[in-house]
């Protein structure tokens, strides 16, 4: 044997770019460097107390033992009311599995639907795991180049030419949008639903930042639009609302067939999600804590404010302001080209003179742009803004 290697389908998988970065600043911080992270997706905020309460009370009851591989009948129960009383969908128990994060919803779904070679459209900009996570599957990851001019919401007709010339299975979906923000209307989403429909594709739709909106934006789900429902998967779940980051739980809903098949791969390959967090992944559901979700909407409210004021006054950057979820994705491409610099160098300029560590678009296959993320307090914030305009104005 010529000692154990990795074998072709993993060597075509990287690291995550943003958990990369994020480890990164961590390093440099722990030599003592006073940096700002706004790598990483994770709400500052604390799990809330009851949700909280409500794990600490699974291990004093004793439930700590296996589940089901979907989940508790209980929680698969109460997920399905949370995506109806919410969001308007309609599923049964049965076709909702509890699942240990958005992330492994994802890999269960595409499991559970992708043939070998299929293609399956991925819009840009994308949540860094998507192209990973279908060439895992043995898919084909396609990806569509980000519309910035069109508000990053793609058209039907661009969408209808992409599955025709890569004879498209599948597309997924990802709104309020990681990193660019964007939130379509209930018509822009309607017509994607439609174009899949034509040309009979199935949707994965990742729908984690669902209910972090602004500005009286609203979320639709496909599956709740006509012609939706029989054809899309649906990730939802309270890590990025709630700060289950964790914690490792979500919800994968769809058609029953493919839920079944999902539960068989999840029972194989995971067990079931962690016990105790689904205890209190249950919690949330049955007490989603409303005034908690405003109190944070409003303080990532008022620091995205912040940032699309300021960023927007430093020379070679600009800011759409976001609808949705907590990132700012930041157009440098004026000062990209002045400075003879690409995104990643950028971003590696900003961390190594700066201190600031950001995520290159070219991560999200949008390059020229930059992102930040908006989950963290308003003094990282300021100093982050501080440390823009330094490099920005730097000769
Ligand atoms: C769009 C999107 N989907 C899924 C995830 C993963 O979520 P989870 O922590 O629930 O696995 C993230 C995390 O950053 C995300 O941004």
Redesign the pocket.
């Known amino acids: 044997m010529a000692g154990l290697v990795p074998n072709a389908r993993s060597r075509r998988v990287a690291e995550s770019a943003?958990l990369a970065i994020s480890a990164r600043a961590a390093a440099m911080a722990a030599k003592g460097l006073d940096v700002v992270s706004l790598g990483?997706?994770?709400p500052d905020f604390p799990t809330p107390g009851p949700i909280a309460e409500a794990g600490i009370r699974a291990i004093q009851q004793g439930k700590t033992r296996y589940t089901p591989a979907p989940g508790v009948p209980e929680l698969r129960a109460a997920g399905a009311a949370w995506l109806s009383s919410t969001f308007g969908l309609s599923y049964t128990k049965d076709e909702v599995m509890v699942c240990?994060?958005?992330?492994?919803?994802?890999h269960m779904a595409l499991d559970a639907v992708v043939e070998p070679g299929d293609a399956v459209l991925i819009l840009a900009p994308y949540?860094v795991?998507y192209p990973a996570l279908v060439t895992l599957a043995d898919g084909n990851p396609v990806v569509l180049p980000a519309v910035p001019e069109q508000g990053f919401v793609h058209d039907a007709a661009t969408l209808a030419a992409a599955i025709r010339q890569h004879r498209a299975r599948g597309l997924i979906l990802?709104f309020p949008?990681?990193p660019s923000g964007a939130v379509p209307s209930r018509a822009q989403l309607q017509a994607l639903v439609d174009t899949a429909a034509e040309h009979d594709l199935w949707i994965l739709s990742?729908e984690?930042?669902s209910t972090l909106l602004y500005d009286g934006a609203t979320h639709f789900s496909p599956a709740a639009l006509p012609r939706g429902r029989e054809r899309t998967l649906v990730?939802n779940?309270f890590?990025?609302s709630h700060t289950?980051?964790g914690w490792?739980?979500?919800f994968l809903a769809g058609p029953r067939a493919v839920i079944d098949a999902a539960c068989r791969i999840q029972s194989q390959v995971l067990g079931n999600p962690c016990t105790i967090s689904q205890e209190a992944t249950l919690a949330a559901c049955q007490q989603p804590l409303p005034d908690e979700l405003a109190r944070r909407m409003r303080a990532f409210d008022e620091r995205r404010q912040y940032l699309v004021a300021e960023i927007n006054r430093i020379p070679g950057m600009r800011l759409a302001t976001p609808k949705g979820?907590f990132y700012a994705l930041v157009d440098v491409r004026a000062l990209a080209a002045q400075r003879g610099l690409d995104d990643v160098g950028i971003c590696e300029q900003l961390l190594e003179k700066h201190l600031l560590a950001a995520v290159p678009g070219s991560a999200f296959a949008i390059p020229g742009f930059v992102r930040l993320s908006y989950a963290a307090a308003m003094e990282p914030l300021q100093k982050a803004v501080a440390r823009l305009r330094a490099f920005a104005e730097a000769r």
């Open positions: 943003t990483a997706g994770e240990a994060g958005a992330k492994a919803a994802l949540w795991s990802n949008n990681n990742d984690i930042y990730v779940g890590t990025k289950l980051t490792r739980t979500s979820a």
